[in-house]
C-alpha cells in the first residue's frame, strides 16, 4: 500500500513535469540558441519574432506573411521595453532572430550592446533618413506623431496650445499629464534638447515638473484619464487614440488630438526592426523584415493601426497631417547617449 | 518536566495547561543530511539575489550614487514602506476577527464564509485594481492602494490564524477569566499567544507582497520601487540601475523577516507548542450576528465581486466584442494550470528541508537559512523572470524558454509560501512520536518519511495550494520565461487589459478567477474538522 | 549481570550540565526507578540511554555493546530499546494493532501486513486488549493507549524498556493498577524496565531498585527498603518519605535531643568523595574488592556505595575516610557484607536526627504527676484511611509527625507520650 501511494505521488509528479515540458515547450528547434553559422545562411522556413507590440493588431499581418512567404513565425508578444530587457539578457543565446520594436531606443540598446546584424543596404535605403537608422543597424517600420490629446468637453481645439512651450505656464498645473518613463516621451525630451538646446530644454523639464503633472505609466491610460474627464491634456502618441477610437467609436471619445506641426511636441516616432545578431544572413528573418515595409504591409499599419506609413509612396491614414509637415530633426532617434541624457535630466527634476 | 524552568511573561499569572517540553539544547543538533538540503534549497533561491550581487557588482559605486542619489528615490522608499506598513496592518486588523468569527463561532454557513474568504486569493491585484479603477474612476495612489492590495491580501492573515483558532484551545482563557481577568483580557493572554505564530507569519507573507506587487500600484499611479524599477528596466538601457534599485528593496524585505523572525522566537520561547486535543469553546453570536456578518462578507464582495460585475458590464458595453477563441481560451487554462501544479511541486520540494529543519531547530545558521528562502518573495516578478533568463542560459541553455524553467521560477519564487505551512504543520507532529519511531528501529529518515511527514502531509498540501494559486496569478517572470507561444491567463488578461479590450479581457478573468478558486477552496478547509490536532 | 550500565556521563554543555557524572549499573531483569524532583534530569538520563540526546562525555553500555562512549554515539535506532514516552505517542493514523506492528519494522504496509501475526496478537492479548486490535488511538482510554505504548515498546524484543511518566497522566486508582499489570508483565516476560517517575510511593512500591535524582546526580541507589530506611541524606529522606527533623548532639552511638536518648547511626552523607567537578562519580559503581586501610585512615565511601556493597554482597575497593577527628575515628571495616564503619564525630558534635513518623509510638497519657519530657499535645490530623499523620507538639516547644494505624487515630487536643521505636539516623547538622 504504501508503494503504491508513493508511485501514485511519483508518477502525478511526474506526468505535471513531463506535461509541463512537453505540452509547454516550443515547437522544433526554436528552444536552441542558434548556432551562427549553420542557420544563418540556409532557409529552414521557420522565423522567431519578438514583437513588442499588441498581438492582436499584429497577428494578422504575420498570418499574412506566413501565407504569402510560406514561411512559420513562432511570435513571442511582449511590451517593446520588456522583450528588449530580455533580449539584452539573453545576448548572444538568444532564441530570437528579428526583433520589432514600438520604440527605437530598443533598438538603438540592442546595437550598441553588438546584439544586431547590419540591415542590407537596398533595403535600408527604402526608407528616408529620419525615419530609420544612421548606422543600418534597424530598419524603421511606421511612424507615430507625438500630440496633445485634449478633454473635449472642457477645451476647444483653439485653447489648446500649439506647442510644449506653454504648457509650464501655471494656467496648466496640474492639468497636464505625460508617462515620464515611457520611451516616446523621453524621445520627445531628446528632441527638445536637440531642436532648443540644452538650456531651454532644461528649464522647460524644470518647469513642467513643478507644474504639478499627473505621471502615468503608459501612454494607453493617460488616454483613459482623459477620456474619463479626470486630465485635460496628455502627452501621448497618435496612435492610442485610434485605437481607442476604433473600440468605442471616434464621437464617443471625448478625448480629441490637436497635432503639433513645426513643434518638438510634435515629432515622429518611429516603430522599427532589427535583424538579430545570430540570425545574420538568415533569408527568413530578411524577407520578413523586407515584408515589414513591403506596400503590404505598410498599407495593413495604415489601415489597422493608423500609424503613419514610412516607406515613401503610401498615403497616410485619412485625417491626419502630412509626415512632412512633422518635425524629424537631425536626431538620430537611437542615440543611446543622447537618452541617457534625457533620463538624467528627468531624473533630475524628480520626474524618473 | 522540563529542564529549563520555561520564561514566564511578567503579565502572566496563569499556568500553561500542557506545555511541550523545550528541548534540551545538549544534543540537538540538525542532522547533517536535512542541513545539505536545506542549504541546497537556498542556494537555489537565493539565484535571484545571485543575479542581483552580480549586475550590482558590474556597475561599480558610481552607477549605485547615482541612481540612488535621485531626489525621487526618498519619496519611493517612503511610499514603498509606508504602503506595505499600512496593508499588513489593516490586513490582520480584518484578517485576525474575520478568523475568529469563522472559527470560533457558532455563525450561519460557517462552510460558505470560510470559501469566500479565501476567495480573494484567486483574483490577482491588477484585476481587483482595474475592477475597482472602472467603477471609480478617481481612484489613485496610496489610498487607493491601500484599499485594494488590503482587500486581495487578507486571506493571506484570515486562513492560518483559522488554522491555528481551529487546533487552539480556550483553557487559558477560562483561567485567565478565574482570575479575574475581563474577556478581552483573557483573550490576550490566553488565546492570542496560540495564534500570534499564525499571524506573524501571514502578515510577513502581506508585508513581502506588498512589497513586490507591481500591476495594483501601476494602475492607481502610485510610484513605488517596484514601479521605478520596471521603468528603469523599460527605459533606461542600463539594467544595473534597476538592479541597484531592486537591491534596495531586497534590504528591505531582508529586515522584515528577520524581524518576524525574531518575534516569532520570543513567542515561541514563551510558550513552547501547547500539545494534546485541543478543545475550545464556540461562541454564540447573538447580537453582534449582523456585524459579524457584514465582517466576513466584506472583503469577497469588494475584493471579487465588485471587479468581477464591473468586468461583465463592460462586456457588454464594448462596441466591438471581439470573438472568443474556445481554443485559445482552453489552451491558457491548461497551461495555467500544469505550470502552476509544477510550480507548486518544486516549491514544496524546495520548501520541505527548509520548513523540517525550522520546525524543530533552532539556532543562527537555521535562522539564516530560513531567511534566505524568504527573500525572494520580496522581490519583483521581473528581477527574478531575469534572473532564470541568466541562469538557465548559463547552466542549462536547453532548458530555456521550456515550461520547466517557468515552473521552477514560480517554485523559487513562492517557495516561502510554503516554508510557513510546512513549518507549521511539521511543528505540530509531537516530537513524542518521532522519539518513538526511532526507539522503534526506523532511522532519522525513514522517521521522517513515515511519521512527520505523513501526518504533516495535510499542512504540506496546503503550501502547495498556496503556491498554486499565487503562481496563476503571475505575471512578470511569466512574461519573461514563458515559451513563446505559450500563454497562461493571466497573460492573456494582461494584453488585453494593457490594450483597452476590455471587453475581450473579462472571459479570461472569469476563467482565471474560477480556476484559482479551486485550490482557494481547498485552502479554506471548509468543513473540515479537526480533532486529532495534528494538521495545520 | 548488569543489562545497562553507565559510567560517569555528562550530558550538557557550559558550566552546568544537566547530567554531572551519573554512574549506573541495572542488573539484568529488574526494575528500576528513577525517581527526583522536576528538573533534576531524569528525563535527560532516559534520554541519553536511548540515545536521543549526546553525551559530551562517558559510557554507556547495553547489554554486550557499548553504545556511547568517546568518539560513538549508536543511533537510537540501532539500540534495541522499547520507549514509552508520557503521552503513549500512539502513531494517530495507525489502528491500534499497527501501531504494534510498527515495531516489528517494515513501514506501514508492512505494519499492515504483521498486524494479523501472532506475535501482534500475542502482545495485544498480554495487555489484554485483544478486543480492541481495530481501533485507532483516538478511541482508546489514557490506560488503554499506555497498555498498547508498551505492547508496542515490547513487540520487536527489546533489550530494555524505558517508560518515562508513563502513569503520569491517569487517575490515581487506573494508575495503582495499571503499575501493577506492567510490573508483572516485565517480570513475565524477564525484561528489564526502567522508570522515570516523580512520584516517591510509586517508585517503592513497585521498583526491584531505585535511584534518587537530584539536580543531575544520583545521590542514592538501592533497594526500596535501604533508601527508605537508610537514606544517604536529609533531602533524600525528605523525597522519599515523611521525615522528622530535630537538632540533636552525639554521644557514641546515640543522639541526646528532644526526644531523649536515641541509638542512633551516624550518616556522614554523600558527596564525601568528591563533586562532580573533580569528575568523580556518584552513585553506585560495580563492587568487587575489599575495603582496606592505608596510612591516612580509614576512608569511608558514600553511603550509596555502602548499599550496593550490603545487597551484592560483594565488597569494594574503598578508601574509607572519616569528617572530624582522626582520632575519634573508629573504623569496622570488614570483607564481608555486613561492613559497616559505625564512625561518628567526636562526641557532643551537633547532629540532625532523622526519625520516621511510624516509628514514634505513642499512648495516652496518664498523669502520674511527675511531667515526663516526652508528654505532647496532638495538634492536627491528616487522615488518609488506612493510617493517620499526627502533628504533635511537645512540651519542649519541639514539633514532629506521627504516624498511626487508623485504629490508634487520637483527637485533635489528645495528651500523648512520645516513644521511639527503632534506631535514628543522625546527619552532619550542615548536611542537605
Request: charged share 20%.
Amino acid at each position: 500500500m504504501r508503494t503504491f501511494r508513493r508511485g501514485l505521488i511519483l508518477s502525478a509528479g511526474v506526468t505535471a513535469l513531463a506535461l509541463t515540458v512537453a505540452g509547454c515547450a516550443p515547437a522544433d528547434d526554436t528552444a536552441e540558441p542558434a548556432a551562427p553559422s549553420e542557420a544563418a545562411i540556409e532557409s529552414d522556413g521557420e522565423l522567431t519574432l519578438y514583437a513588442g507590440r499588441d498581438e492582436a493588431l499584429i497577428a494578422p499581418l504575420i498570418e499574412q506573411f506566413t501565407e504569402d512567404s510560406g514561411i512559420e513565425v513562432n511570435a513571442r508578444y511582449g511590451s517593446s521595453s520588456e522583450l528588449n530587457a530580455l533580449l539584452l539578457e539573453e545576448g548572444e543565446n538568444s532564441p530570437a532572430q528579428v526583433f520589432l520594436s514600438q520604440d527605437a531606443g530598443a533598438l538603438g540598446s540592442l546595437a550598441n550592446a553588438d546584439l544586431v546584424s547590419r540591415i542590407p543596404a537596398d533595403l535600408a535605403d527604402l526608407i528616408p533618413a529620419g525615419f530609420t537608422s544612421e548606422d543600418d543597424s534597424w530598419i524603421g517600420v511606421t511612424g507615430r506623431a507625438r500630440v496633445i490629446a485634449y478633454d473635449s468637453e472642457k477645451l476647444s481645439e483653439d485653447e489648446v496650445p500649439d506647442g510644449v512651450e506653454e504648457l509650464t505656464d501655471s494656467e496648466w498645473s496640474g492639468r497636464v499629464g505625460f508617462p515620464p518613463g515611457n520611451a516616446s516621451f523621453q524621445s520627445f525630451v531628446t528632441a527638445l534638447r536637440v531642436l532648443e538646446g540644452e538650456e531651454d530644454a532644461e528649464e522647460w523639464v524644470e518647469g513642467i515638473s513643478k507644474n504639478s503633472p499627473v505621471l502615468t505609466e503608459k501612454n494607453g491610460a493617460t488616454l483613459d484619464l482623459v477620456n474619463s474627464g479626470q486630465l485635460d491634456l496628455a502627452l501621448v502618441n497618435h496612435y492610442y487614440w485610434y485605437e481607442d477610437a476604433a473600440e468605442v467609436g471616434a464621437d464617443a471619445m471625448r478625448a480629441q488630438l490637436k497635432f503639433l506641426p513645426g513643434d518638438a511636441g510634435g515629432m515622429v516616432n518611429v516603430t522599427g526592426a532589427a535583424i538579430l545578431a545570430g540570425a545574420e544572413g538568415d533569408p527568413d528573418a530578411l524577407a520578413f523584415v523586407e515584408y515589414l515595409v513591403s506596400e503590404k504591409a505598410q498599407q495593413f499599419f495604415v489601415e489597422n493601426t493608423y500609424e503613419y506609413p514610412l516607406l515613401p509612396g503610401v498615403d497616410a491614414p485619412e485625417g491626419l497631417p502630412e509626415l512632412d509637415s512633422l518635425v524629424n530633426p537631425e536626431l538620430d532617434l537611437s542615440d543611446l547617449e543622447s537618452l541617457e541624457q534625457t533620463q538624467e535630466l528627468l531624473a533630475q527634476y524628480g520626474l524618473l | 518536566m522540563s529542564q529549563r524552568v520555561d520564561e514566564r511573561g511578567a503579565d502572566l499569572a496563569v499556568e500553561p495547561i500542557t506545555v511541550e517540553p523545550v528541548p534540551a539544547p545538549a544534543g540537538k543538533r540538525p542532522p547533517r543530511i536535512l542541513l545539505i538540503l536545506a542549504l541546497l534549497a537556498c542556494a537555489i533561491a537565493s539565484i535571484p539575489l545571485v543575479y542581483l550581487i552580480v549586475r550590482v557588482g558590474s556597475s561599480g559605486l558610481d552607477d549605485a550614487v547615482t541612481v540612488l542619489g535621485r531626489p525621487r528615490v526618498p519619496q519611493l522608499l517612503l511610499n514603498t514602506v509606508s504602503l506595505a506598513a499600512a496593508v499588513t496592518v489593516t490586513s490582520v486588523l480584518v484578517g485576525v476577527p474575520t478568523a475568529f468569527v469563522l472559527a470560533r463561532t457558532r455563525i450561519r454557513f460557517r462552510a460558505a464564509w470560510t470559501v469566500l474568504a479565501a476567495l480573494p486569493l484567486a483574483v490577482p491585484s491588477y484585476l481587483a485594481a482595474y475592477g475597482w479603477l472602472a467603477a471609480v474612476p478617481g481612484m489613485q495612489g496610496f489610498w487607493a492602494s491601500w484599499f485594494v492590495l488590503t482587500l486581495v491580501s487578507t486571506p493571506y492573515v484570515t486562513l492560518p490564524v483559522m488554522a491555528a483558532l481551529r487546533a487552539g484551545t480556550t483553557g487559558l482563557d477560562d483561567v485567565a477569566r478565574t482570575l479575574g481577568r475581563g474577556a478581552w483580557q483573557a483573550f490576550w493572554l490566553g488565546t492570542w499567544p496560540q495564534i500570534r505564530p499564525a499571524t506573524l507569519a501571514g502578515a510577513l507573507l502581506v508585508c513581502l507582497y506588498v512589497l513586490s506587487e507591481f500591476g495594483a500600484v501601476a494602475l492607481f499611479r502610485f510610484p513605488v520601487l517596484t514601479t521605478a524599477i520596471q521603468q528603469a528596466y523599460g527605459s533606461s538601457f542600463n539594467r544595473n540601475y534597476a538592479a541597484i534599485l531592486a537591491t534596495v528593496l531586497v534590504l528591505i524585505a531582508m529586515i522584515i523577516v528577520i524581524a518576524e523572525q525574531t518575534a516569532r522566537g520570543r513567542a515561541r520561547r514563551r510558550f513552547g507548542a501547547v500539545t494534546g486535543i485541543a478543545r475550545h469553546r464556540i461562541v454564540d453570536l447573538g447580537p453582534w450576528t449582523v456585524p459579524a456578518f457584514a465582517l466576513v462578507a466584506v472583503v469577497p464582495a469588494l475584493a471579487v465581486g465588485l471587479p468581477v460585475a464591473v468586468l461583465f458590464a463592460r462586456l457588454f458595453e464594448a462596441e466591438t466584442l471581439r470573438a472568443l477563441d474556445p481554443v485559445e481560451l482552453g489552451q491558457a487554462i491548461l497551461n495555467t494550470l500544469v505550470l502552476s501544479i509544477g510550480g507548486a511541486v518544486i516549491a514544496v520540494i524546495l520548501a520541505l528541508p527548509i520548513g523540517a529543519l525550522a520546525a524543530r531547530y533552532r539556532g543562527r545558521l537555521v535562522r539564516l537559512i530560513e531567511s534566505l528562502g524568504y527573500l525572494a518573495l520580496g522581490l519583483p516578478g521581473i528581477v527574478v523572470g531575469l534572473s532564470l533568463v541568466f541562469f538557465s542560459l548559463s547552466v542549462l541553455p536547453s532548458l530555456y524558454q521550456t515550461g520547466f524553467v517557468l515552473a521552477f521560477a514560480y517554485g523559487v519564487l513562492f517557495m516561502p509560501k510554503a516554508i510557513g505551512a510546512i513549518r507549521s504543520a511539521t511543528a505540530q507532529v509531537p516530537t513524542s512520536l518521532e522519539d518513538v519511531s526511532r526507539t522503534l528501529g526506523y532511522s532519522a529518515l525513514q522517521t521522517w518519511w513515515l511519521v512527520t511527514a505523513r501526518l504533516a502531509r495535510p499542512g504540506i498540501f496546503a503550501g502547495a495550494l498556496l503556491v498554486a494559486v499565487t503562481a496563476m496569478k503571475e505575471l512578470p517572470a511569466t512574461l519573461l520565461l514563458r515559451p513563446t507561444g505559450t500563454d497562461t491567463l493571466a497573460i492573456e488578461l494582461w494584453s488585453r487589459t494593457d490594450v483597452s479590450a476590455y471587453g475581450a479581457a473579462a472571459p479570461y478573468a472569469a476563467a482565471l478567477i474560477l480556476v484559482a478558486a479551486v485550490p482557494a477552496f481547498l485552502l479554506s478547509g471548509a468543513g473540515r474538522g479537526r480533532t486529532d490536532g495534528t494538521s495545520a | 549481570m548488569s543489562r545497562l550500565s553507565m559510567r560517569n556521563v555528562v550530558v550538557g554543555y557550559g558550566v552546568d550540565p544537566v547530567l554531572r557524572g551519573i554512574s549506573l549499573e541495572v542488573p539484568d531483569g529488574s526494575l528500576v526507578a528513577i525517581v527526583g524532583p522536576s528538573g533534576c534530569g531524569k528525563t535527560t538520563l532516559l534520554r541519553t540511554i536511548a540515545g536521543l540526546i549526546r553525551a559530551r562525555s562517558g559510557e554507556v553500555r547495553l547489554g554486550q555493546r557499548m553504545v556511547t562512549t568517546h568518539g560513538i554515539h549508536l543511533a537510537p535506532e540501532k539500540r534495541r530499546i522499547g520507549w514509552v514516552p508520557q503521552d503513549a505517542a500512539l502513531f494517530p493514523h495507525l489502528s491500534v494493532a499497527e501501531n504494534i506492528a510498527f515495531g516489528l519494522g517494515g513501514g506501514r504496509r508492512a505494519a499492515r501486513r504483521a498486524a494479523r501475526e501472532d506475535r501482534v496478537k500475542h502482545l495485544l492479548a498480554l495487555v489484554g486488549l485483544a478486543s480492541l486490535a481495530d481501533r485507532t488511538p483516538a478511541q482508546l482510554s489514557g490506560g488503554q493507549a499506555q497498555r498498547v505504548a508498551l505492547a508496542r515498546a515490547l513487540a520487536s524484543g527489546p533489550e530494555v524498556v524505558l517508560m518515562d511518566e508513563p502513569f503520569g497522566a491517569l487517575d490515581p486508582i487506573l494508575r495503582g493498577e495499571l503499575r501493577t499489570e506492567v510490573r508483572a508483565l516485565l517480570a513475565t516476560e524477564g525484561m528489564t524496565g526502567i522508570l522515570v517517575t516523580h512520584d516517591q510511593a510509586e517508585a517503592l512500591s513497585i521498583a526491584d531498585y531505585v535511584a534518587v535524582m537530584r539536580d543531575g546526580e544520583i545521590l542514592q541507589f538501592g533497594t526500596p527498603a535501604e533508601v527508605y530506611e537508610r537514606p544517604a541524606t536529609p533531602w533524600v529522606a525528605t523525597f522519599v518519605g515523611d521525615s522528622v527533623f530535630l537538632p540533636g548532639i552525639w554521644r557514641s552511638g546515640s543522639v541526646l535531643g528532644a526526644l531523649g536518648s536515641l541509638e542512633a547511626e551516624w550518616m556522614p552523607g554523600a558527596g564525601a568523595s568528591g563533586s562532580s567537578a573533580s569528575g568523580g562519580s556518584s552513585g553506585a559503581v560495580p563492587a568487587d574488592g575489599a575495603l582496606s586501610n592505608d596510612d591516612n585512615g580509614v576512608r569511608l565511601g558514600s553511603p550509596a556505595l555502602r548499599s550496593e556493597i550490603r545487597r551484592s554482597g560483594e565488597t569494594a575497593p574503598v578508601t574509607v575516610v572519616h569528617r572530624g577527628d582522626p582520632d575519634g575515628a573508629q573504623a569496622q571495616a570488614g570483607a564481608d557484607d555486613t561492613a559497616r564503619a559505625s564512625l561518628g564525630p567526636k562526641d557532643d558534635t551537633a547532629v540532625t536526627v532523622l526519625v520516621r513518623p511510624e516509628q514514634l509510638e505513642l499512648t495516652s497519657f496518664i498523669d502520674t504527676g511527675l511531667a515526663p519530657r516526652l508528654r505532647a499535645t496532638v495538634t492536627a490530623v491528616s487522615y488518609t484511611g488506612h493510617d493517620a499523620l499526627l502533628e504533635l507538639a511537645l512540651l519542649s516547644g519541639t514539633r514532629c509527625t506521627a504516624r498511626v494505624p487508623a485504629p490508634g487515630l487520637l483527637p485533635v487536643g489528645a495528651e500523648v507520650t512520645v516513644a521511639v521505636r527503632g534506631r535514628v539516623l543522625a546527619y552532619p547538622a550542615s548536611a542537605d
